[in-house]
């Protein structure tokens, strides 16, 4: 079955830097576009950064010049580095192939001094 996983999750001061990363299994996501998406309890979840096939990043206005999205296709990675965090992206990060139900469990990513 095809399986999505989060990880690099966790605390981090304001003004810090932590990078995510979503490893597919069973799903070969060089194909896919793929997104990486937040969302706080009691909000819509938000897309905050995508990247197609071909390699093109969109960002939201929210983190535009603070994260940068990227893939691996050798090892079938997609990671999110954020930086100049700010406790209002604290939130539960998920990695998703757009467009389809193939998405993970999300993690946590706490900014707080």
């Known amino acids: 079955q095809v399986q999505i996983v989060e990880s690099g999750g966790g605390f981090v001061q304001p003004g810090g830097s932590l990078k995510l990363s979503c490893a597919g299994s069973?799903?070969?996501?060089?194909?896919?576009?793929m997104g990486w998406a937040r969302q706080v309890p009691g909000n819509e979840r938000e897309l905050v950064a995508q990247i197609t096939s071909g390699g093109s990043r969109t960002y939201s206005d929210s983190v535009k010049g603070r994260f940068t999205i990227s893939r691996d296709n050798v090892k079938n990675l997609v990671y999110l580095e954020k930086n100049n965090l700010k406790p209002e992206d604290t939130a539960t990060y998920y990695c998703g192939a757009l467009r389809t139900k193939y998405w993970g469990q999300g993690a946590q990513v706490t900014v707080s001094s």
């Open positions: 069973n799903i070969a996501c060089r194909y896919f576009a």
